[in-house]
Antibody, heavy 122, light 112 residues
């Protein structure tokens, strides 16, 4: 059974870069798309982007330019970098596996990590 | 402002049926993109609840069902139980701006 675990600093200073990693265990990272989602305190879910195991990506239009998702198939993990963070970037950050149809259409997020809290503060 | 609109809250007594709506537009749900639903219990990660409009992942009780029509979708919960009290989110895909994943703002279900 596939499990995901996020890791990274819990505190990031304003204007710096947020870096998180999602380790995939119990299955291969190959053959799937993988996604990052965040949830500010007391608010709803926001999709950040996803990456295919081959490296192709798709990002949220509202964050394009600040977000980069990368993948390391040799380590069975993928990562998120977000530049120039400010207080509104404070959130719980989740990684998740993307379910797709045979035709490659997005079909939901079927496995989620437990989430990691990132606070942006000096 | 979420691209998909959900009611902020719904409530129902144990045993009752409740529905949660999710309204989109011609660039997402109305463009034939599927709708998926998640349940988020307090302090936990979201759980995959419904995919492809009306399919349940293994382990999800058949008390949960989904439907889609036009530019909207709905989640129905029958035989409401105390443990169903949670936040529920719909999700779809939008074809504008090159295509991206969208979430509804979430609905808080209170079991009275």
């Amino acid at each position: 059974q596939v499990q995901l675990q996020e890791s990274g600093p819990g505190l990031v200073k304003p204007s710096e870069t947020l870096s998180l990693t999602c380790a995939v265990s119990g299955g291969s990272i190959r053959g799937y798309y993988w996604s990052w989602i965040r949830q500010p305190p007391g608010k709803g879910l926001e999709w950040l982007g996803y990456i295919y195991y081959s490296g192709s990506t798709n990002y949220s239009p509202s964050l394009k330019g600040r977000v980069t998702i990368s993948i390391d198939t040799s380590k069975n993990q993928f990562s998120l970098k977000m530049t120039s963070v400010t207080a509104p970037d404070t959130a719980v950050y989740y990684c998740a596996r993307v379910l797709t149809t045979f035709g490659g259409d997005f079909y939901g997020l079927d496995v989620w990590g437990q989430g990691t809290t990132v606070t942006v503060s000096s | 402002q979420s691209v998909l609109t959900q009611p902020p809250s719904v409530s129902g007594a144990p045993g009752q049926r409740v529905t949660i709506s999710c309204t989109g537009s011609s660039s997402n749900i109305g463009a034939a993109y599927d709708v998926h639903w998640y349940q988020q219990l307090p302090g936990t990660a979201p759980k995959f609840l419904i995919y492809g409009n009306n399919n349940r992942p293994s382990g999800v009780p058949d008390r949960f069902s989904g439907s889609k029509s036009g530019t909207s979708a709905s989640l129905a919960i029958t035989g409401l139980q105390a443990e169903d009290e949670a936040d529920y989110y719909c999700q779809s895909y939008d074809r504008s701006l090159g295509g991206f994943v969208i979430f509804g703002g979430g609905t808080k279900l209170t079991v009275l």
